[in-house]
């Protein structure tokens, strides 16, 4: 696993690529972004809260077949890219 703070971003942003098109579990999403603790401790400790918030919906929308009122799969995907994309912004120099 990458070590670098910015890799581990990388990494993430591939797997959510693949969490999208469906090559990559929610739950195996959601493990692997948790691995990414250089990442998580380069950042402040909100973006850390936010995503375990966003992981743990994503974990339970991954219980319903269907697309629930409460839990909308596209909706956390597109929630988890801002997250990726406000973090690239905190890490960059």
């Given amino acids: ?12 942003q591939t797997d959510l690529r693949a969490l999208q098109d469906g090559t990559l579990t929610p739950h195996a999403f959601s ?5 990414h603790g250089e990442l998580l401790s380069a950042l402040p400790e909100r973006y850390t809260q936010v995503l375990h918030n966003l992981l743990d919906r994503l974990e339970s929308s991954a219980l319903f077949a269907e697309e629930s ?25």
């Fill in 1 to 12: 696993m990458p070590h670098a703070p910015q890799e581990q971003l990388a990494t993430l």
């Fill in 31 to 35: 493990e692997q972004a948790r691995a």
């Fill in 69 to 93: 009122c409460s839990f909308s799969q596209k909706d956390l995907t597109d929630s988890l890219q801002m997250w990726v994309d406000k973090a690239g912004t905190q890490l960059a120099p």
